[in-house]
C-alpha cells in the first residue's frame, strides 16, 4: 500500500475515532443531566458526580495505555 494511502486511512481511522468519542460524551453528559434533575438528594449528587469522575479518570488511563 502507497504511503499517501496509508496516511489517508490513519487520518479517516482518526476522524472516525474523534466521532465516537463526540457521541459517546454527548450520551453520557446528557445521561448525567437526567440523573442531576432526577435526583434530589445533594449526597447521591455528591456520589453521582465522583462515580463520574473515577470512571472518567480509568477510562482515561485505559485508553492512554492502549
Do not use: E, K
Not at 462515580?51 to 492502549?66: D, E, P, Q
Request: aromatic residues 8%.
Amino acid at each position: 500500500m502507497p504511503a499517501r494511502m496509508r496516511g489517508s486511512l490513519i487520518i479517516i481511522q482518526t476522524c472516525i475515532s474523534l466521532h465516537d468519542m463526540v457521541a459517546m460524551s454527548y450520551v453520557v453528559i446528557r445521561s448525567l443531566i437526567l440523573a442531576f434533575q432526577i435526583l434530589d438528594d445533594w449526597r447521591c449528587r455528591a456520589a453521582l458526580l465522583c462515580f463520574t469522575l473515577i470512571c472518567v479518570c480509568v477510562g482515561s488511563v485505559v485508553c492512554y495505555n492502549l
